[in-house]
Each structure stands twice: as C-alpha cells, then as structure tokens.
C-alpha cells in the first residue's frame, strides 16, 4: 500500500488505528520508536521484556495494518519506523473538532495553577 493510500483514511482504516492505540504494549512499542525511529525487531522486543519474540511480531503487524508502523528491508534487518500521520487524523478527527474554546480555557487555567506550565 503505497504512502498516499495510508494518508486518505476510511472508517475501517479509523477502527484499525483505535484498536491499535487500545493495547498498552503496542502503545509502549509506539512511544519507543517516537524515542527512537528504525529500530529492528530485537530492539523493540527488549522495549517489552514480558513478551515473546513472536508476541512482539503480533502486535507489530498489528500497528503496520493500521499504518502506524512502516518497515523498511536492510540487509539482514528490518527496520520500523513510526508513521504519525494516523494518529494526527485521529485527532483532526475526533479531538480537535470537539475542543470547546471554553473548556480549553479552564484546562489551561487549571494546569497554571497546579503549577504544570
């Protein structure tokens, strides 16, 4: 699939990238990459000690049908990138359009005073 047709997103394409995000170890893989772009498959396994060589592929393919994870083939390895553009149609979607001006404002006012920015 080329990079285009991952970018035009469907609901079906929307649903993949929600049960993506729903699981903590693919969100842990997900946040290691964002750390660090074009780990192999044996560095993002000891990101997630607790799982298996091949649970560690299982949630990989997982990200890759939703479009958050690319790989690319070098030599021996294959290397894992991030793709964000789904999560920030996620976003444009489903958050962005729903942040109400006021609510945003008492968020702000409320991470002031608890001394957060």
């Known amino acids: 699939m080329s990079l285009y047709a991952r970018i035009v997103m469907s609901v079906d394409d ?3 990238v929600f049960k993506a995000l729903a699981d903590v170890t693919r969100r842990q ?3 290691r990459l964002f750390e660090r772009d074009g780990l192999t ?8 000690p607790q ?3 091949f649970g560690v592929m ?15 083939k070098q030599g021996r390895f294959k290397h894992h990138y ?8 996620i976003y444009e979607r ?7 001006r006021r609510a945003a404002a008492l ?3 409320r991470d002031q005073l608890e001394g957060r920015k």
Not at 41 to 48: D, F, I, P, S, Y
Not at 94 to 100: A, N, S, T, V
């Open 51 to 53: 799982l298996t060589r």
């Open 107 to 109: 968020l702000d006012l």
């Open 58 to 72: 299982n949630h990989l393919r997982v990200l890759e049908e939703a479009g958050l994870v690319v790989t690319r």
């Open 82 to 89: 991030l793709n964000a553009v789904p999560i920030r149609l």
């Open 41 to 48: 498959l044996g560095e993002l396994e000891a990101a997630v």
């Open 29 to 31: 893989l997900l946040d």
């Open 94 to 100: 489903w958050i962005d359009k729903y942040r109400d």
């Open 14 to 16: 929307e649903d993949l």
